[in-house]
């Protein structure tokens, strides 16, 4: 059983990229970071503040970190952000009409959580036709992304 009364909920498969965001995040909140499909619903019980994250697969959330969502409530007044690593960047990809935390976002709400920020950044993406030309979003999440994870963590506690 979790028992840090922050969580950073994450799912990173492809090349460890949001487990180095989610592992930052976690030294900025002072958090527990862990694997999105090992915690229960009783985990998030009492926590005031969890983060969800993972790459971004057919533009949405893992499924691991979705199945989270679903299961979690907000019976605590928890705050809840959402994170996430894509080889497209996410506010380009947006404005062309794909929203990748759509999903997630809309399971958070669902639940009752209240979204207190959101953050992307690029990682490695080698899927597929991509991998023979080494892939896109090399070397990231580069240091530039690190400073800007831990400017978004700044900013979640301590909101304008
Ligand atoms: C099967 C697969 C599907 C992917 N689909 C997308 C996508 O739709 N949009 C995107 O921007 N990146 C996509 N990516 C890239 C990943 O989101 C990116 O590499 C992410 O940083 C992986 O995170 P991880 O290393 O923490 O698992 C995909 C990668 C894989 C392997």
Do not use: L, T, V, Y
């Given at each position: 059983m979790v028992t840090r009364n922050r969580i950073i909920a994450y799912t990173s498969i492809h090349h460890g990229n949001t487990r180095r965001v989610a592992e930052v995040l976690a030294d900025s909140l002072e958090a527990i970071a862990v694997d999105a499909s090992a915690l229960t619903a009783r985990d998030v019980d009492g926590a005031s503040l969890i983060g969800f994250g993972s790459g971004i697969f057919f533009g949405k959330h893992h499924q691991a970190v979705l199945a989270c969502a679903e299961k979690?409530?907000?019976?605590?007044d928890t705050k809840a952000f959402i994170f996430s690593t894509a080889g497209f960047p996410y506010a380009l990809a947006r404005a062309f009409?794909?929203?990748?935390?759509k999903d997630l976002r809309r399971l958070l709400v669902s639940g009752g959580f209240h979204i207190e920020g959101e953050f992307s950044c690029r990682g490695h993406d080698t899927y597929g036709l991509l991998r023979p030309i080494?892939?896109?979003?090399?070397?990231?999440?580069n240091a530039d992304d690190i400073e800007k994870a831990k400017a978004f963590a700044l900013r979640l506690m301590n909101p304008a």
């Open positions: 979690c409530r907000n019976s605590n009409g794909s929203d990748f935390h080494g892939g896109i979003a090399k070397g990231h999440p």
